[in-house]
């Protein structure tokens, strides 16, 4: 970024070879630049990620130093007041204001009795943010969130009102601010505000309103539905939004008032005759898992559920899932290969349960959340728990191929693209970026806090392939040779120990294909073969061919010719 000042014709270059990107301030006089170059080389291995904050005079392009090795993995996004006077920085577990021109610090929440620091995100990263929505109009205020409220705080520290009238005792959560109005840059306060509501015990959602010059947020809907951010005209006070739920395809609906009271479907999704076939609605499981901590799961319930009758069930797994309970599922092909319609559709029951992680025991923190999650949804009697698998996709796909090495509750799994050996996959390369992968151990999804060599025992204890003697469960396994985020010789490695063990395996490769399937043939096929492998092990339908087989190349279709199995 350059200034090119016309009435003195003086071109100023701004960012340099260090600071490579600088962000202006809504008065465009002064801007900040972050320099990691002196963090860059451990940042880059390690990921926990540090940098030297610079405020830049635009006139001049002079830089000064005004925060030294501040920690960026916490940070949610630097922000500049309307008056360009302060910048709002997270450090250290506070919300914190820099003054722009003296270079002054305040702690905004140092004395207000909560905590900022996010209870919710377990990666190896010291004290996240919990997250804010920035500045108010009239400079006054700065809009925070804790784990669970919403605080007004003053822009000197000394004031701090709770607008949301502690939701922390109800585990009410407000979980996003609805930007109405898109030609304001700031919070205007003397106009309504929209904010978006969890219930975490519940996952029901909702919408409140912080009326104009109003310190009190108002619940205005709460159920179990998904309700879309609100849009409003320029030139009218109308406000449009959709609703869904679990089993509704999303709606359009229009309010004429701020209230939401007079409210108007404007189409309908949902006719009488799909009825029936998509999914019967879905339940909240409550559970403990084996560490004590009292998680969730969501059971999805098939199509013409009969109460008192247990079904076939595919637990999907992904870190935590349960806060879109009341998302509906659209019946397609996906890149992963699964879709909770087409299961729910076809006679199943889904499970999704949350996972709760404990540094250096990723996998293992898997198991002792999973695995109660399905013996609580087996005690409903709506799932069959002589017939139950599990799949996943990633890093769901990780822990897929980890659960069936400690646990025989699954009759069948799928693994698409799983990492399976922490120690060498540690220092292969994330070929989608070019960065290795020892970031993502480290700070990231591997939750691990060093490398295999200082924690041999824990990357040992949690990857697949050092426990593959035990599996007994079979497994169809993805893997593409293309796939820039999971190496793929990940896939190959877990596969060919199986086979050499006589396991019960078949590995799927789709040439030329990245980590997730583009092809739409592709989808298709993928999507098919992982539905004839659940329907033979969990409803005892006959074996197909290329499970019980295999496939030689040679007795492909046409149409099929452009992948290898």
């Not at 900040?32 to 880059?44: A, H, I, R």
């Not at 601010?177 to 029901?204: A, G, S």
């Not at 994330?430 to 999804?445: A, M, P, V």
């Not at 204890?461 to 050092?466: A, F, L």
Request: glycine fraction near 6%; include cysteine.
């Amino acid at each position: 970024m350059s200034a090119w000042h016309i009435q003195e014709n003086k071109f100023t270059s701004l960012a340099d070879s260090n600071i490579k990107a600088i962000s202006l301030s809504p008065n465009q006089l002064i801007g900040y630049g972050v320099d990691v170059t002196p963090y860059e080389y451990e940042s880059n291995l390690s990921g926990q990620n540090f940098g030297d904050l610079y405020i830049v005079d635009i006139k001049t392009g002079q830089k000064k130093l005004a925060i030294e090795r501040l920690y960026l993995n916490v940070n949610r996004g630097l922000r500049f007041s309307p008056n360009s006077d302060c910048l709002l920085f997270f450090r250290e577990g506070h919300y914190q204001l820099l003054n722009t021109k003296t270079l002054a610090i305040t702690n905004l929440t140092k004395n207000i009795p909560t905590s900022f620091v996010n209870q919710f995100d377990d990666h190896n990263i010291d004290r996240p943010a919990t997250g804010s929505y920035g500045f108010t109009a009239d400079n006054k205020y700065v809009l925070l969130k804790d784990n669970y409220d919403l605080w007004k705080v003053s822009l000197d520290g000394k004031s701090a009102i709770r607008l949301s009238d502690n939701w922390s005792s109800h585990k009410l959560i407000v979980s996003g601010y609805n930007r109405l109005y898109e030609e304001d840059d700031f919070i205007d306060l003397k106009k309504n505000q929209y904010f978006h509501v969890l219930n975490y015990n519940t996952k029901q959602k909702g919408v409140a309103l912080l009326s104009a010059n109003s310190n009190k947020l108002e619940i205005l809907k709460l159920d179990d539905i998904n309700i879309s951010t609100l849009r409003k005209p320029k030139n009218s006070n109308s406000l449009f939004y959709t609703i869904e739920r679990s089993n509704v395809a999303p709606d359009i609906f229009m309010a004429t008032d701020k209230l939401l009271k007079q409210e108007l479907k404007i189409v309908d999704n949902n006719p009488d005759s799909q009825k029936g076939k998509i999914s019967a609605g879905s339940k909240l499981l409550t559970y403990v898992s084996a560490h004590g901590d009292t998680l969730h799961a969501t059971l999805y319930l098939p199509a013409n559920y009969v109460e008192g009758k247990s079904y076939p069930t595919i637990t999907y797994i992904y870190e935590r899932l349960t806060d879109e309970k009341n998302n509906y599922s659209q019946p397609l092909y996906p890149g992963g290969g699964f879709n909770r319609a087409m299961y729910t559709s076809n006679g199943y029951a889904v499970l999704m349960p949350d996972i709760k992680y404990k540094l250096n025991d990723p996998g293992m923190s898997a198991v002792a959340c999973v695995a109660p999650a399905v013996k609580a949804a087996i005690a409903t009697g709506i799932v069959d728990g002589n017939n139950v698998a599990i799949h996943g996709h990633s890093w769901g796909g990780y822990q897929t191929g980890f659960l069936i090495t400690q646990t025989d509750i699954f009759k069948a799994a799928a693994a698409g693209a799983p990492l399976t050996n922490m120690i060498s996959m540690y220092s292969l390369i994330y070929w989608n970026t070019g960065s290795s992968n020892q970031s993502i151990f480290e700070s990231s999804q591997g939750r691990l806090t060093t490398g295999y060599w200082d924690n041999w025992d824990a990357y040992v204890r949690n990857s697949p392939i050092y426990h593959i003697k035990k599996v007994k469960t079979p497994l169809l396994l993805l893997h593409n040779d293309k796939d820039g985020a999971v190496d793929y010789t990940q896939g190959i490695e877990y596969y060919n120990g199986l086979r050499r063990l006589n396991k019960p395996v078949v590995m799927l490769t789709y040439n030329g294909e990245n980590h997730g399937l583009m092809k739409e043939v592709n989808k298709k096929d993928y999507a098919v073969r992982m539905m004839e492998y659940f329907d033979h092990h969990l409803k005892g339908k006959p074996a197909p061919d290329w499970w019980q087989k295999g496939i030689k190349y040679i007795d492909l279709p046409k149409h099929l010719e452009e992948r290898a199995f």
